[in-house]
């Protein structure tokens, strides 16, 4: 009966075992320590007690430990057996031998049992979280695929392949994430907090390195350690900035990251939600790597003080606008990533005026909206402003610039919308104008 019930127990432990996925050695272990502490709990020791247990079996054996002393002089009957109770197991007994005899666990009682299930899970739980704290601290910066479990307001719940929970709070979530339940996502593992003993496992789709390694993947020289990614900037969901360096000369380490026709890059804005990138190929030249940074605009020359991190930059009239970017996102991606405060001036040519400017607008003053690489197909063919797209044939522009023609009707509504946008505001003003001179 009690080999029964020992089997029982057993089993429940190797329930613990396939749900909790502690290895057996470790679930033995934790099986034996368990046992120590329920009987150290209901006797004040366990040391003259031997737990065996036999995995192969299926079950355990316990045995206590007595020093036969004589009759009538037993202190501690736990500790100690009289002469004549050590003979009735074995004849040959004396004074001051060790006797050794099995122990059926279920006599301590249903108390012990229910003490021993609550310290085995005790210790399992224990073990799970450590197992899962030291599995993630070792993946930190790591990108990981997992399952959307739960979807609440401020954070997502997600699962591993091993049914570990994963937390993507909403200030880790990119502008415009959509998380549907049972689909997968992919984020960086940004931190693991264990402040309580119970680890937490952060995830990350804002952070740099998220976007760094979705480079790494995308890109096989900087996997192969051939491009380095030296620096991002970065306003996530909306634009980024991304310094790159190539330890090969015959490669351009930018040509190389954002591929054929953007080939390259596309994948990563798709996962970035339409995040736009910008990729500049570093230099150690601080100077050099500003004028760089505020591409798509032209630097005229440029005022740095190193010691205070910060530079006065001269333009022409018509690049201030590209430098500063919409929103002033271009100049703020640009301090960012040189880590120097920047103040943008206007340099006109000697005896220029600022009404013999062109109304016109570059194209690089849309790289919001438009793809850079299109830009970049548009200006190779001689076509730098919207108002020269815009007087172009559309059978040209997909021909010369090798364009689909979807890409291209896609950009003409949007150049003509900024120029509508345009003469609508200055018709505004004109009737502003016009009425307020009749008053």
């Not at 049972?182 to 952070?207: F, H, Y």
């Not at 910008?278 to 005022?303: C, E, G």
């Not at 003469?423 to 016009?434: I, P």
Request: charged share 35%.
């Amino acid at each position: 009966m009690a080999k029964k019930q020992n089997n029982t127990l057993i089993e429940t432990f190797a329930e613990f075992k396939e749900t909790k996925n502690i290895d057996r050695a470790t679930l033995v272990s934790v099986l034996e320590e368990s046992f120590r502490s329920v009987i150290a709990k209901m006797l004040g020791t366990d040391e003259n007690y031997d737990v065996i247990v036999n995995p192969d079996k299926g079950d355990f054996e316990i045995y206590r430990n007595r020093t036969v002393v004589p009759d009538g002089e037993v202190t501690d009957e736990n500790m100690e057996i009289s002469l004549s109770d050590a003979q009735q197991i074995a004849d040959d007994y004396e004074v001051g031998e060790d006797v050794s005899e099995p122990v059926d666990f279920q006599k301590f009682g249903r108390r012990a049992i229910l003490t021993l299930r609550q310290t085995l899970a005790s210790k399992l739980l224990e073990l799970e979280h450590d197992a899962l704290y030291n599995k993630y601290k070792d993946r930190l910066g790591e990108i990981i695929s997992a399952e959307v479990y739960q979807v609440w307001h401020k954070e997502v719940l997600l699962l591993d392949e091993e049914g570990n929970e994963l937390l993507l709070p909403k200030g880790e979530q990119i502008p415009g994430d959509f998380f549907r339940k049972g689909e997968p996502a992919r984020a960086v593992v940004a931190r693991v907090d264990n402040a309580t003993g119970n680890p937490k496992i952060i995830l990350s789709r804002t952070s740099p390195v998220f976007l760094q390694r979705l480079l790494e993947s995308e890109v096989p020289e900087i996997a192969e350690g051939i491009i380095a990614v030296r620096k991002i900037a970065r306003v996530p969901g909306e634009r980024a900035k991304i310094a790159v360096e190539s330890f090969d000369d015959r490669i351009d380490p930018v040509g190389a990251c954002v591929g054929v026709k953007g080939s390259r890059i596309h994948g990563i804005v798709r996962e970035l939600r339409g995040e736009n990138l910008d990729v500049i190929q570093w230099t150690s030249n601080p100077q050099l790597l500003i004028a760089r940074a505020l591409s798509p605009a032209n630097v005229n020359s440029i005022n740095l003080d190193e010691e205070a991190k910060h530079c006065e930059v001269y333009l022409d009239p018509d690049q201030v606008s590209l430098a500063i970017g919409k929103g002033g996102m271009n100049i703020r991606l640009a301090s960012m990533l040189t880590d120097t405060v920047i103040d943008v001036y206007r340099e006109l040519p000697e005896g220029a005026q600022e009404d013999d400017m062109e109304d016109d607008i570059r194209l690089d003053d849309f790289k919001d909206e438009i793809d850079s690489w299109v830009i970049d197909e548009l200006k190779k063919n001689g076509w730098t402003t919207a108002r020269s797209v815009l007087d172009a044939p559309r059978e040209m522009l997909v021909q010369k610039a090798d364009l689909e023609e979807e890409t291209v009707d896609d950009v003409l509504r949007i150049l003509r919308e900024e120029f509508a946008e345009e003469e609508e505001n200055e018709e505004v003003e004109k009737n502003a104008e016009e009425e307020q001179s009749e008053a």
